[in-house]
């Protein structure tokens, strides 16, 4: 593959130690772009002068005049832009992995997406929303068992749709809480609500509004709203000046990679984190708060791409059964494949499944998966307006549909192993440049760390000169997300700019 | 128009007393939905034994499977809705006068909704959902400068896009926090957020995390989500078992109708509330809380359907501009021209404009328009993921303007004036029974309260099974939310029926 005829002039071949040993195991799948994007480009071509390009900066300008554009990265054409590649409005051409913030899973212009915008089903669909709590559309359940349903995680079949990730989460905290609520009511043998909760709750007061609260992981992102802001412990930009619920916050592992060379070490780092969640849980509780939920992302993304054992999930699943606690499994951005199997939980092997497991981004629909028993009392409990959109729906389905028939989850899996040890064979000809690499065994969920902030920037924005958008995470890391039809020719191009950039990078 | 020959024979013609009035002032304009429906039933039809019928309950079970259908009114047939006119898995033909929830603004199955749908520009803005802070598309700024911005209230040119209504008003408080701080520190001279901010707001604490507040009203709805909720004061069961900030909220002026009648004792009971806000914010800030924003619904819908005067708001715009309080006008039921002025908001004539002004629903585009001086001082501060959705905003630029090229502001203005007129004709006859009418010179946006809950709740299900969709709001009133398009042919049909339900009721 790395000696393909369309390799550029400016780089020369990697030899990686491991590429080998994925087509000596034969894999499942492997899909090749090009047969669904026939005219996707081979290689990215970059013709401003700069990214952005004039024409750009000209129409980030245009926006500026009534929002914010200054974290825009470069004004796109998207009816240009083809599979793995966004074209700018300059007539650049990007192999993207970072696919607008990890969203989008089956390329640019599908053709299976394209055919479904133009039905009839799904123009009635988008011009007529619904309130769908109270009236669903005839083909509502249909959409949802052909789509959604059929990548139900294990154990928790029920769906609530919501309109983004943050909403999905939120949604799956109060339907936490109101389980929590629930339980204690009914070990307390009460029926009702009381009158002092009809009544104090209107005052935004205990006991109707409760002292319990949720916990998270330090690093850890669950969205931009008030309580999922209150969860999410990034970056202080992100949380600046927005009050925020008093909820506490457990350190993530400190975790050393590659994790099998510190399996020893990791192991007692996430057995003090596990001691740290139970000693918090405790602490809480005897403060008169509670800890009702607790929400974990299986690999902490934009916090920095943190990973942690198998094990470690399983022994917070078992605490937080011990204490009661709900276990909610953030996959906003973990799932719908990218780390090769659907479901990031899934490589945990889980006795028993979490009570919520989130999702939105790639899979365009967002909401949250349980098991009916979390299903609240009464209706109007969880209840909104849109609860979601039958049309972004349908886009899951199809979205669905297509990775199932392509296998893309299993060539992501292969795809990703051998990225990975590419990447491998670079961190050792660039150390320090490409450091902490991690992600291994999870797709291509990728990242690495540079050796400080700036030089991370400074990676980004030359490979971005190259052509290649990619994006950074937590304090120096840059992080893969390129879609599910990442292959191998995308595979060549990106670890060719790579290394041409690091190449030039090194020698300054 | 009520003698027309379209008249059921289950009704008689009401004579309403100022029906002769709109017509001397010459309407500017009048719209027949069958210009653009050419199919829409001229009246409802019911063929099953009752409402839900026997499909419809089917339908919901099956959604019942993976969802809560507890509050499910019926299954809908959106394929064959047209106009005003919602059509049900049973075949039913229902007039809605509710419409989703206020959310349908020119009728179901609009063509020219439908021609957007079939569109090259709407497939791959639907297809190819951008991470619009950071790569919004080459139509960005013209989608949103031919549509929302053309209505944007004046002294709020600036616009950020959310998902939906709570999100909106999630994102209006953020930016009114945000702005609240900046105030704050360039009064204290301070350039930049302290080390301490820096560091305590990633455990939630303050000073990072303030103790600024957010102040509404009671009987308010704001959303749903976990800041929103905390604004919402509107029933205990959308709030019961969730976690709430500690926030201000002050009792709605006890306003009687008709509002003219009552002049002097409303502008008594509305300045008891004004006093009773500025006490709140003086109380609370001694308290260690400033109140960085008011959150207000030029009629509180939701809870009720509660209004006050000009003078009223007129009154809180200077309050709370004397304690630098920012003023967040909740129009995501009021807005787009359903109480016959674009914006509800207009007709408070406000010398200063309000510092953000939020919409969703009719619009179904969501988002915050503000002034320039309220962007955020970094990037990344207001931001998230999707930012709402070209696809959508399209939608609203279509819908905006059909509104204009119809004048559907101005005609709704006259058909509610008459309905108005109607509707005190039939309060008159049925005493009791129609009390309360509101919403006066408000367009179609028209409640009035049923002598019990259950007497409410008995009416609504008693038009239904006429064909008639309504809704209930706050605890005994009806609330009329008809479309844009609702005009003289259904104003026949809904008073009819009306007429018809009371007088069986009446004689029970």
């Known amino acids: 593959m790395l000696g393909a005829a369309r390799r550029t002039a400016r780089t020369t071949a990697l030899a990686p130690a491991r590429r080998t040993l994925a087509t000596e195991h034969s894999p499942p799948t492997r899909f090749a772009s090009a047969t669904v994007f026939p005219d996707e480009p081979s290689h990215p071509t970059v013709l401003s002068d700069s990214v952005p390009g004039s024409r750009s900066r000209q129409a980030s300008q245009l926006i500026g005049e009534f929002q914010d554009p200054r974290a825009h990265v470069l004004v796109a054409d998207y009816a240009k832009s083809k599979g793995n590649y966004l074209t700018d409005v300059d007539g650049n051409q990007h192999l993207d992995v970072f696919a607008q913030i990890a969203s989008i899973a089956i390329g640019y212009n599908h053709p299976d997406l394209i055919e479904l915008a133009k039905t009839d089903e799904f123009a009635v669909a988008s011009m007529n929303r619904p309130a769908l709590g109270s ?11 052909k789509g959604l349903l059929t990548v139900a995680p294990k154990g928790v079949p029920h769906l609530f749709t919501q309109m983004d990730g943050s909403g999905a989460n939120e949604g799956a ?8 609520r629930a339980r204690e009511r009914k070990e307390a043998g009460v029926e009702d609500f009381t009158a ?10 205990k006991p109707g509004s409760p002292e319990l609260v949720a916990m998270s992981f330090k690093s850890g992102f669950h969205g931009r709203l008030f309580g999922s802001l209150s969860l999410t412990r990034s970056k202080a930009i992100h949380k600046l000046d927005i009050p925020a619920f008093d909820w506490p916050a457990v350190s993530w ?10 399996a020893s070490e990791n192991a007692e780092a996430e057995a003090r984190t596990i001691a740290r969640v139970e000693e918090t849980i405790v602490e809480w509780a005897k403060r008169g708060k509670k800890v009702a939920a607790l929400i974990v992302e299986p690999v902490q993304a934009e916090g920095g791409d943190n990973h942690a054992s198998p094990s470690f999930f399983k022994a917070l699943r078992t605490l937080t059964r011990e204490h009661g606690v709900f276990m909610i499994v953030d996959e906003v951005q973990t799932g719908v494949g990218a780390t090769g199997s659907f479901w990031a939980h899934e490589k945990w092997q889980l006795d028993h499944p979490p009570d919520f497991v989130t999702f939105s981004k790639k899979m365009q629909a967002a909401g949250y998966y349980h098991a009916e028993s979390t299903r609240p009392s009464l209706p109007y409990r969880n209840y909104n307006t849109w609860m979601g959109s039958p049309a972004i729906a349908m886009q899951a389905r199809e979205i669905i549909s297509f990775v199932k028939a392509h296998g893309l989850v299993q060539h992501t899996a292969v795809i990703g192993s051998e990225l990975y040890s590419s990447l491998e064979a670079l961190a050792r000809r660039f150390p320090g440049m490409v450091t902490n690499l991690r992600g291994k065994d999870h797709g291509t969920f990728i990242a690495w760390d540079a050796e400080s902030p700036a030089q991370r920037d400074q990676f ?9 958008i990619m994006g950074g995470c937590g304090e120096r890391a840059i992080r893969l997300r390129p879609m599910l039809i990442f292959g191998d020719k995308q595979m060549e191009v990106l670890l060719g700019k790579m290394e041409g950039v690091l190449t030039t990078l090194a020698g300054k």
Chains 1, 2 share one sequence.
């Open 135 to 145: 009236f669903p559309g005839a083909d509502w359940a249909e959409t949802i068992q």
């Open 173 to 180: 905290l109060k339907a936490a809480f109101m389980a929590y």
């Open 196 to 205: 002092e909760e009809m009544s104090s709750v209107m005052n935004n007061a």
């Open 253 to 262: 592992p400190s975790i050393k990679y590659p994790l099998d060379e510190y």
């Open 460 to 468: 980004v924005a030359a490979m971005r000169q190259q052509g290649v």
